[in-house]
């Protein structure tokens, strides 16, 4: 069944809220793993912010379970490599 996203009004940009859904109402096993995902995402933010500076960053996910990482100068480099570490 589908879930419902509350906001709390807050100006978070990775709430999930703020998410664009594309087809359909997401379940509730649906948003907790693009929470999941997104939670991973920016543990990997942080750590290129604390040491390099943040590149693109793209993160390919099943069921809340990393299974593709990638960074790279462009946005297309980094989901290229993201979706080529998943085969």
Known sequence: SPA???SDGGTD???LDKFKVEAGDPSYTALAD????????C?????FRRFTGVPYIALAGKHGNPCGLASADTLADAYDKAL???R
Not at 34 to 39: K, M, N, T, V
Request: proline share 0%; glycine share 4%.
């Open 4 to 6: 419902f996203i509350y």
């Open 13 to 15: 940009q990775l709430a």
């Open 34 to 41: 693009g929470d999941q995902l997104i939670d991973i995402l």
């Open 43 to 47: 543990i990997m933010t942080e750590a």
């Open 84 to 86: 080529a570490s998943d």
